[in-house]
């Protein structure tokens, strides 16, 4: 081939582009076999080589052809062409590490294994891309190709993200545990941004119980189901076991691929991580059955489908599959948690952290100008560390903004003085528990130090805000209480503060702020806003329902001074009277009639209310409760007395007609008080409920 640059080297370039892009690769392996500079080609935009492509269409067999013609043409220095990086700095091992196809990443690491750690542009190694992707197959493939004790800096990128961090961040924590069984100190650095893997894991609620919202059925589904604990992966050894070459007949390949599928079924049946899973049998599919079995199994995947679709099982084994997932990350989470308080060292009084060192922003700083900019020098660690580390919340403080109480119990039972730590604004972990209505959290720190003997909950931030004066504030920027309407969240404050005004130690007194404020005189001025709109909730809500009491009071006079028959001339008594129907007609109709009356009463009550602050923990609500529930009986009462009275007519010829009349009418009312009951529960709930819940 001719010299860079020449003509004929960009026809050959395309030559080799449109081959590649056709997928005529035993074309592409004659023509790297005849030219080593081919080799190393690129053909494509972004900098690839025609090995990038290859692995990128995970064709195992085309790749180990590919890379056998590069060690049989360039003996001595077969890995050239490996490390040819595209114009992110990727080489095919790379690709194949983000990809997750430990295949390849065996192969390709086989000719060197240096070729594991060169780092793109972003200092990303393979072995980075695997963990940043969640690939545990590939990862721990490239782990066996490094020395037992590992290799620190092939686990840290430029920004000072490392392996363990990218594995917290995406929930890959399957992954996190055997990276923390490889590299223990990795639970000790920090970031680009002064963060430990035990922040990343402080800042993610919804890995733990605490942060998950269950319905009651999931709930009972989810203590049905059992988890496996994680343990140290050996999985690798056990691919290495059947893929290296074995001393057999070529004639009993057909039952040792038979062997290989069933153990590898077993094995992903038994994993109770979806996505290995699917992974696995999917890679079992490509790889371990002959290509004339695709098309039966193809068959039978179709047959399994219909099955599912035809019984209902695939909604029911999709639910359970996702409460299972989600158990799975509880129960992960708590264990990587575990590990990493055992290894951690943040509370030791010498430990300075791993702190990531940006030899680019301070390659010209001496030690008198890093003083000078504020960068402190830790002698001993030659690193440059930024003061912003410094003010950065501790993890205790992240767990206990986001209502993670597992992290903030478990770190205070082995760092007790955890409970020490304060952020910039000097508040500590009471403040922001009651600051971002983290209620649980706020119980456990009440019951582990209802003495106060350290004077937790006395504490005061730089403003003079103490924990009343927090729970005094109204939060703008959260989220509301789960709960509809104005009024009834004026409800919930009221008792948040009531709550944490009772939960302070004795003899607690509330004092001024610094600007001279009391938590009374906050919680008057922050929620006047919320009680005007409360009082117009409350007003709106009020007006139409007593239209409808009103109508339902006229309904039931009207009726109770019609009896059906009539009445005896005589004796005024009605002709019915023995009938058992006449006597729920006449029950139905005078609960109708009370009921729509004190209704009415209730609405005008609230109507007529001055709307205080003060009414809106119990009497405003209270008042609604009972209109409303005083509503839905004579709204029932009155069906029952309609459907009791009509009985009459229709006992005669059209007897068979009053059970499917009643039946639609009692259908029309079922499904009001589907729509209407869960806000009247919600009322209910939000009213006798003394603590209120996020």
């Given at each position: ?32 076999r005849k030219d080593h500079d081919a ?540 009938e058992p129907a006449f006597d729920v ?110």
């Amino acid at each position: 081939m001719a010299q860079p640059g020449s003509s004929m080297m960009m026809n050959e370039r395309t030559d080799l582009f449109k081959i590649t892009m056709k997928g005529d690769w035993d074309e592409v392996i004659k023509i790297y076999r005849k030219d080593h500079d081919a080799q190393k080609a690129k053909i494509t935009r972004s900098g690839d080589t025609a090995l990038h492509v290859a692995v990128s269409n995970v064709n195992e067999a085309i790749v180990e052809k590919i890379i056998a013609s590069i060690t049989e043409t360039s003996s001595q220095n077969s890995r050239g062409p490996l490390v040819m990086q595209n114009e992110a700095g990727n080489t095919p091992l790379h690709i194949a590490a983000s990809m997750g196809n430990a295949k390849l990443c065996e192969l390709i690491s086989q000719v060197d294994p240096i070729l594991v750690g060169i780092k793109n542009k972003d200092g990303e190694t393979p072995l980075f891309m695997a963990a940043l992707n969640g690939r545990k197959a590939a990862f721990l493939c490239l782990q066996s190709f490094l020395p037992p004790e590992g290799e620190i800096s092939y686990c840290r990128r430029n920004d000072g993200e490392t392996i363990l961090h990218c594995a917290l961040a995406g929930d890959y924590f399957d992954l996190a545990f055997q990276i923390i069984g490889l590299y223990r100190d990795l639970v000790n650095y920090f970031n680009g941004n002064g963060l430990t893997p035990l922040h990343v894991l402080a800042s993610k609620p919804s890995a733990f119980q605490s942060g998950s919202k269950l319905g009651r059925f999931k709930k009972m589904v989810y203590k049905c189901l059992w988890v496996k604990k994680l343990e140290a992966d050996r999985s690798h050894q056990e691919e290495n076991y059947f893929t290296k070459d074995r001393s057999y007949p070529e004639n009993y390949q057909t039952p040792v691929n038979c062997f290989v599928s069933v153990w590898r079924t077993l094995k992903c049946a038994i994993s109770r991580n979806p996505y290995e899973r699917r992974i696995e049998l999917e890679s079992q599919e490509q790889n371990s059955l002959p290509p004339n079995y695709s098309t039966c199994v193809e068959f039978i995947k179709i047959v399994y489908k219909a099955i599912l679709i035809v019984t209902g099982g695939a909604g029911i084994y999709d639910g359970v599959a996702k409460i299972q997932e989600e158990k799975d990350k509880h129960t992960w989470s708590l264990q990587i948690l575990d590990e990493i308080l055992e290894n951690s060292k943040i509370y030791d009084y010498e430990f300075p952290g791993e702190i990531p060192w940006f030899y680019d922003d301070y390659e010209h700083i001496s030690i008198f100008e890093a003083i000078f900019e504020g960068i402190r020098y830790t002698v001993g660690y030659d690193k440059y560390i930024s003061p912003q580390t410094s003010k950065k919340d501790s993890a205790i403080l992240i767990a206990a903004k986001h209502g993670i109480t597992e992290i903030v119990e478990k770190i205070l039972e082995k760092f007790p003085v955890a409970i020490n730590d304060t952020n910039v604004e000097k508040k500590n972990t009471v403040l922001i528990a009651v600051e971002n209505w983290q209620l649980e959290v706020y119980r456990l720190l009440v019951r582990k130090y209802s003495n106060d003997n350290d004077g937790v909950f006395r504490i005061l931030d730089s403003k003079g805000n103490g924990a009343l004066h927090h729970a005094a504030n109204l939060k703008k920027k959260l989220p509301p209480w789960t709960i509809p309407g104005d009024a009834l969240q004026m409800q919930w404050e009221i008792k948040w503060f009531k709550f944490v005004e009772e939960s302070m130690p004795p003899h607690f007194f509330a004092r001024y702020n610094k600007n001279s404020e009391t938590p009374d005189e906050i919680f008057t001025r922050t929620h006047q806003n919320l009680v005007e709109s409360g009082g117009k909730w409350l007003t709106n809500t009020s007006q139409s329902c007593s239209v409808v009491a009103g109508l339902f009071v006229t309904i039931a006079f009207t009726t109770s001074t019609t009896m059906p028959g009539g009445a005896k001339q005589d004796t005024g008594t009605p002709y019915l009277e023995h009938e058992p129907a006449f006597d729920v007609f006449a029950i139905s109709s005078m609960v109708t009639f009370y009921s729509s009356v004190i209704a009415v009463v209730m609405f005008l009550a609230i109507l007529t209310s001055g709307y205080q602050m003060k009414e809106f923990e119990k009497s405003l609500p209270r008042k609604l409760l009972l209109g409303l529930t005083a509503l839905y009986v004579s709204i029932a009462s009155t069906l029952v007395s309609f459907c009791s009275g009509h009985y009459f007519i229709l006992r005669g010829q059209l007897k068979e007609a009053a059970a499917p009349v009643y039946s639609v009418i009692c259908l029309v009312v079922t499904f009001f008080a589907i729509a209407e009951f869960p806000l009247y529960f919600q009322l209910a709930r939000a009213t006798f409920t003394n603590v209120p819940q996020r």
